[in-house]
């Protein structure tokens, strides 16, 4: 199982990549193998040929199981996630370039033009800037990803959590997308939101489908 595990967060990483989502040394992905401890990509590796014997395996200590692998510089903010959510199981913390624009402006990803993107990621929530690797954003992050599935960094990136590793990247994706029209519904201004009672079938429908 482990070794499977790993082999899907690599493939994952690649994909990200090849897609864009992510630059050759940035980003990190995460994936729980059991109640107590996950595989995460490592630091400073790339991320275009990443391969699972690369990957570290940290329990929810947060102890490295693996100690000749250097761990994501954001293996704090994944532990601390894992320990604040039970439900999540998959991590992908990336650079997309629309999302990022929205990591670095006063301006929101708006989340009510396409059902995919309400259903997907709800209310994204944004966490305010602290340094990369560092407690402060451990602990910030953590907190925002509570409430919410997608996570908007100031001035650093965004962050999925998912019960699966396809449900995760899936977000990233899907936020992307949604940055990316927000961008184009700014530009053109004539835009039509989905309405309060559609939003609500879709949280109503989303809520069933758990």
Do not use: W
């Not at 992905?29 to 109640?35: L, M």
């Not at 560092?134 to 650093?156: G, M, P, T």
Request: hydrophobic residues 40%; proline residues 2%; glycine residues 6%.
């Amino acid at each position: 199982m482990e070794e499977n595990i790993k082999q899907d967060v690599a493939y994952f990483m690649r994909r990200l990549y090849r897609k864009g989502l992510t630059t050759s040394l940035g980003g990190n992905i995460s994936c729980k193998i059991d109640n107590d401890k996950f595989a995460i990509t490592p630091s400073q590796t790339d991320k275009g040929r990443m391969k699972a014997d690369e990957l570290g395996i940290v329990n929810l200590k947060g102890e490295n199981l693996t100690p000749k692998v250097k761990l994501s510089m954001e293996t704090k903010m994944h532990l601390y996630i894992y320990q604040k959510r039970t439900d999540v199981k998959a991590i992908v913390h990336a650079h997309p370039p629309f999302s990022s624009f929205f990591a670095a402006s006063e301006k929101q990803i708006n989340c009510k033009l396409l059902g995919e993107a309400r259903a997907l990621l709800g209310e994204p929530a944004y966490a305010k800037y602290a340094l990369m690797g560092s407690e402060e954003l451990a602990q910030i992050v953590s907190d925002s990803a509570i409430s919410s599935n997608l996570i908007i960094l100031k001035n650093h990136g965004i962050l999925t959590v998912g019960d699966s590793l396809i449900t995760a990247l899936d977000r990233i994706e899907v936020a992307e997308v949604a940055a990316r029209l927000s961008v184009l519904c700014n530009i053109h201004g004539n835009i039509q939101e989905l309405s309060s009672v559609q939003l609500a079938e879709i949280d109503a429908l989303m809520n069933v489908s758990k």
